[in-house]
């Protein structure tokens, strides 16, 4: 038996669709705990790429179960695209995958409230998915689940009763037209008929299945720097990235986790808003995002780019209580004379002691760096660690010992044959 959780460990973006997709190999299941369509997990297969955005990476793998965990907040129109994609690509899907009853759904007006205050001054940086508001509506009690689409009757009622707000608001608030209420409501009784041969108890099938001696691969969106709890609030996502939401958002207890994986960039990226200590606003930074291809792979907006922070790190694997990490696009790397790592923050000239994560304080640090020499050759053809260059295994050595993480996983590239485990 054994329950992994595999969390992004710094503002997302690490490579965990790929990281999953080498993973799932070994597993029975995986399940995707939080999160919606705003969340892009790229694979790589034979020169070929697929982004998923809510169906877990494990789909790649042909005898892999899938679960949509009661986290995650879904997209009909997105889900729908996302199984037809497959499908095409003659990826089985039937039988394969299935969907939390509880899981609540993103309606019209939540895409379009959340769009309407992304236009507005008071930015975040969303997707504009629709994610936030339909997060909101849960926690208002107001939210609409899988299992409503069972109930006509009802689900027309919840519908009705919402638009009433909803309407409301987008008329004399943003000065919108109003929805169409029976639009909505036939749009979502066509897509329960869809979806109705995957819907399951996503906690009863877990947990019976860890009994069953199954694994468990559980994957998180996001990273735990935008953990609505312990990330850069108020500039992070609306669910819990960190390994705790990997409880909540599938049925499985605590007791029950073996072990959780981090997943970490050879250097740090953010998309959106909020403080980045150790964003490069330089040359540097635009050659991380030309070799990276840093572009959204949701949005296709470019991420900011900057040094490894390994003080950041430490913090994640703190909160997270990560004992594995998957170090990235390490080949990314290859073409600078020398690389920088953030090994602490000064704030009016004193030295921190631990990771400050109000925006206030983040975005006056000044982060304290240590230069290694670059290894200034091609590494994407290595296929194993002791293939490596000596400055290499320096700078890995260098960021797990700074960030207090055992590197497992090194990926020098964004194929699978591009991927090894560290003995």
């Avoid at 790229?42 to 042909?62: A, C, D, M, Y």
């Avoid at 089985?92 to 007006?109: C, E, F, Q, T, W």
């Avoid at 760096?369 to 320096?394: A, F, H, N, R, V």
Wanted: net charge neutral.
């Amino acid at each position: 038996m054994s329950v992994t959780v595999l969390v992004g460990s710094q503002w997302g973006d690490e490579g965990k669709g790929k990281i999953v997709d080498i993973l799932s190999k070994h597993y029975d299941i995986v399940t995707r705990y939080q999160g919606g369509a705003n969340a892009g997990h790229t694979v790589s297969i034979n020169n070929k790429q697929f982004i998923l955005h809510l169906i877990p990476s494990g789909i790649l793998r042909e005898k892999v179960i899938c679960v949509i965990g009661n986290g995650v907040v879904i997209d009909p129109t997105a889900l729908i695209e996302e199984i037809n994609l497959l499908e095409k690509n003659d990826i089985k899907v039937d039988g394969r995958l299935y969907i939390s009853h509880n899981a609540h759904l993103i309606m019209p007006y939540h895409k379009l409230l959340d769009s309407i205050n992304e236009s507005g001054e008071n930015k975040i940086g969303t997707t504009g998915r629709g994610i936030g508001p339909c997060y909101i509506d849960k926690y208002a009690r107001k939210g609409i689940k899988i299992v409503d689409l069972l109930n006509r009757k009802l689900l027309e009622e919840k519908i009705r009763e919402n638009l009433k707000e909803k309407n409301n608001l987008l008329k004399k608030v943003y000065g919108h037209e109003e929805l169409d209420v029976d639009e909505i409501i036939k749009q979502y009784v066509e897509f329960d008929k869809l979806i109705d041969k995957y819907i399951k108890d996503v906690p009863a099938y877990l947990n019976g299945a860890i009994s069953e001696g199954k694994s468990i691969l559980l994957e998180g969106a996001q990273g735990a720097l935008l953990d609505v709890d312990h990330g850069t609030y108020p500039y992070v996502t609306s669910s819990s990235p960190t390994s705790g939401g990997a409880c909540t958002g599938t049925g499985i207890p605590p007791t029950k986790i073996d072990s959780v994986y981090g997943i970490v960039k050879a250097y740090t990226t953010r998309v959106g808003y909020g403080p980045f200590p150790t964003e490069l606003l330089n040359d540097d930074g635009e050659l991380l995002r030309k070799i990276g291809a840093e572009y959204g792979a949701t949005t296709g907006r470019p991420r900011r780019c900057g040094w490894f922070d390994a003080f950041l790190v430490g913090y994640s694997a703190m909160i997270n209580g990560i004992d594995s990490v998957a170090v990235t696009k390490l080949d990314v790397l290859s073409k600078f004379d020398e690389v920088k790592v953030c090994i602490g923050y000064e704030l009016d000239g004193r030295s921190l002691k631990s990771f400050p994560t109000d925006v206030e304080r983040l975005s006056k640090v000044k982060p304290v760096y240590e230069t290694l020499p670059g290894w200034k050759k091609e590494i994407s053809g290595c296929l194993s660690y002791s293939d490596l260059p000596k400055e290499t295994k320096d700078y890995l050595k260098f960021i797990s010992e700074t960030s207090g993480i055992e590197l497992k996983i090194i990926s020098v590239g964004p194929n699978r044959n591009q991927t090894f485990f560290v003995n």
